[in-house]
């Protein structure tokens, strides 16, 4: 699947939409459509009107597959040529679903960098029996506003910093994969990841910085597409990625995706007895403020051992350190009251 046609990271990147638009390679026909999320999209749709003045706004209710299921309908009945997605990761996600039910292409506008959805090639998505993701076509095209990323809430943008750390961790599942399971490896898909998360994990700014918050866009882009050159979310989800889906079975609504990869990369870290690694993982979370034990998510050892322990089922067929382990029901407890009085406050 080929690269965007175009990435850019900028203050007032809503304002200029139409400025990319007009790029023949990307709408040639001028019938684009815009979906946006319910809780900016007055102020959005009052940003692109001046150069989109034609295009029709779709209000983007939740992130269900219901919601993204009507979008498509309504693409397919009026033929559009690009539908553009402007908002945050659920807005995102349904729009890029939505498109490929239409069969048309996808330019995401990012408003938030909470996690590494705004490339990828899957749309998570509520659904009657829970959350699934889904595969879609990576967007033509992407856009960050840092004026929009600013105003976001703080605790989703630090969890993007704790999504990207945990490449590291994927990456050494994947390898861990290679080695005990002859499972092929794509070289340039984990230099991708890896360059991701060692851009950002030595940083000493952070959030406020301009300069920080275009390497974290930059960092969640590279990983996406990590994602795409792999043809599986392998670079980028491992052991840590397995946590946080039994985190969201056992405890939903305990916390957001960021902030569970980077807790679960720091576990499987611990587990690995990587001892550089872990405490360079840990110190970066902590840097960003982000959740390093059990407690810190309102989950007791005893809860989060619970989790350890289902993690396996959530990806069944992926190898990582959980599944080399083998750990028994009492090893895993033992372990996470190890990893609590090493990192705990």
Partial sequence: ???????????????????????????????????????????????????????????????????????????????????????????????????????????????????????????????????????VPMPLAILVDLDFVHSAPQSLVRAGVGDVVSNLSAIEDWQLGNVERGEPIDGLACSMSRTAAEALIGRTDSIESDAFLTVLAESLILSGMSMVVAGSSRPASGGDHEILHAVDQLFPGTSNHGELAGIGAAFCFFL?????????????????????VPADIGLTSQQFAEVVALAPATRPGRYTILEHLRMQDSEIRDRVEDYVRAFGH
């Fill in 1 to 135: 699947m080929p690269a965007p046609l175009t990435m850019d990271v900028r203050r007032g990147a809503v304002a200029q939409l139409g400025a990319l638009l007009a790029d023949s390679r990307v709408a040639t026909s001028g019938r684009v459509a815009v979906a946006v999320g319910p809780g900016q999209g007055d102020h959005i749709e009052s940003l692109i009107a001046p150069t989109l003045g034609e295009a029709e706004v779709f209000r983007v209710a939740d992130g269900t597959v219901d919601a993204a299921v009507s979008l498509g309908a309504d693409l397919r009945k009026a033929a559009y040529e690009v539908v553009v997605g402007v908002g945050g990761g659920k807005t995102i996600d349904v729009t890029k679903y939505a498109a490929s039910l239409a069969g048309i292409p996808m330019v995401a506008v990012a408003t938030n960098l909470s996690h590494d959805g705004i490339c990828s090639p899957t749309a998570s998505l509520v659904y009657e029996g829970g959350k699934g993701s889904f595969g």
């Fill in 272 to 292: 690995r007895e990587d001892e550089a690694r872990v405490q360079q993982v840990v110190a970066c979370l902590r840097k960003h403020q982000l959740p390093v």
